[in-house]
């Protein structure tokens, strides 16, 4: 868009920031900061604003402390549910070792039937040839084949001998087929069973991977958990230290003051803010951040929000700095660009009015202009925030309401 191209050029200028702060605790609101008032009461404002500075630099750091307190007892918490869940992991290792292993035996039953079975055969066909001569020699003697021999034998005496012999041959063939098949259906049907056994002991082994999976997925999820509250940690001990700085040097700024002593501006940072910052105005968010837009027959995506509010109701400042811009700006009507420092701005457009001229300091809650009506014409206040030299979205800058 053209006013982003616009803002980094006047971000390379090379504003000077001076960040002043937000009251945290309530207070009078501070006079506008003038340079043309009297000594006196321009001393008495310059005191007026760095204790509020100081309050509400205070404020933060013990916001900050408490969530610091918070975060270590959040921490404490997964760090207990982790071992937790790191135990209850290893168990799954080992439900899967042992599933895995009841498989791996399994198989190898499978395959010892299997032999089994192939053994049976071998010595079916190497324990029955007798059976198959005479099986082949029934067929060459045709459908009366045992009669034949029967019939066939001289006298009485070699036909009783013939009739035994072949009731015992019979008797024997039998036995040995019966026994054959049942065997052979014993050694199936083991395995058969054994086969199920292993389906079975498979899905088992499937569900403990399952189980594995899903406890490391836990065990990943709180790492991270503790990790990035870790990282919070770190970051909030920074910004706690930042404050800290600032807070020390803006009590040195107010005994200076009250020995009538020159000072120099202490630049309060911004980011340890993030998420306690007051709304510009009071109102409804009618567009919002990556928003698709149309504007100058084109497309394109709002870089900060849109807050409806009644037209003339006044703007104020979420940070004090140093106004860098207060002009109008093409798509943005009357715009105000406040230096927070630390290449950070914020930007406020649609407005009726300025109240501000370039290169004034301000604080917090300085009243910047009125509201006016946004280019589709509701009346509406354009806020944008850029931290180092991009736009953010404001909503998680600003204190949750």
Known sequence: ????????????????????????????????????????????QE?????????????????????????????????????????????????????????????????????????????????????????????????????????????????????????????INERRIEEHRRTVEAVRAERMALEDKAMELRAHEAEARRARAAADRLVNARTALVAQIDARRDLNAQFAGELQVAAERLQQQMANLAAGRAVEPVAVPLAPFRGALDWPVVGRVAGRFGQPVGRFGATTTLNGIEIAAPEGTPVLAVHSGTVSYADTFTGFGNLVIVDHGANAFSLYGYLSSIGVMPGAPLENGAELGRTGSAPAGPPALYFEMRVDGRSVDPVQWLRAR
Do not use: C
């Not at 609101?29 to 009461?41: I, K, M, Q, V």
């Not at 010892?112 to 060459?140: F, H």
């Open 47 to 171: 005191r007026a604003g760095t204790e509020a500075q100081s309050r509400r630099v205070n404020a933060r750091i013990i916001a900050l402390q408490r969530e610091a307190e918070r975060l270590a007892g959040e921490a404490r918490t997964l760090v207990g549910d982790l071992r937790t869940l790191e135990v209850e992991r290893d168990l799954q290792v080992e439900r899967v070792r042992e599933a895995q292993a009841a498989v791996a035996a399994a198989q190898q039953e499978i395959q010892r039937t299997s032999e089994r079975l192939i053994t049976l055969e071998q010595q079916r066909v190497a324990q029955l040839p007798d059976l198959k001569a005479q099986l082949v020699d029934v067929y060459k003697r045709g459908r009366t084949g045992y009669a034949r021999l029967l019939f066939g034998a001289d006298g009485f005496r070699e036909f009783s001998r013939a009739t035994r012999a072949v009731a015992a041959l019979m008797r």
């Open 1 to 44: 868009m053209r006013r982003v191209g616009r803002v980094g050029r006047v971000g390379r200028v090379g504003w000077l920031g001076l960040v002043l702060a937000m009251i945290v605790l309530p207070h009078p609101p501070n006079p506008p900061y003038s340079p043309y008032l009297p000594g006196a009461l321009l001393a008495q």
